[in-house]
């Protein structure tokens, strides 16, 4: 998937509402492309303006900030490397291992005040 989201000059995520984060969007984070989504709670759990176009949840909208993105390549391209380092500090192998490593710990600690 890496592979093709790579050939893309922007990446799209354009839902109206919704209560769970679409998980392609991890995916284009990591991608280190420039990103137009919707502004809804959701999206904004890990997308900002340092790092994504967020526009309103309408078609013209979305369209208007697909175009912005095009006609400004120096902004795509800073987009896109915020968004991938937001996903390389945020997101990667070693975020993952830390909390589960957090998770162990709290459990320990947990369990070590019941024996008490």
């Known amino acids: 998937m890496a592979s093709y989201l790579a050939m893309a000059d922007v990446l799209v995520s354009p839902r109206a509402y919704g209560g769970n984060l679409p998980l392609k969007v991890f995916d284009y984070l990591a991608a280190g492309r420039p990103i137009v989504a919707t502004d809804i709670p959701t999206h904004r759990t890990v997308l900002a303006e340092d790092r994504a176009v967020l526009v309103a949840p309408r078609t013209d909208a979305i369209a208007e900030g697909i175009l912005s993105v095009l006609a400004d390549p ?43």
């Open 74 to 116: 120096e902004r795509a391209q800073r987009l896109g490397t915020a968004a991938r380092r937001y996903a390389q500090t945020h997101l990667g192998w070693n975020r993952f291992v830390g909390s589960i490593e957090a998770l162990y710990a709290e459990v320990e600690r947990h369990a070590g005040v019941a024996r008490s």
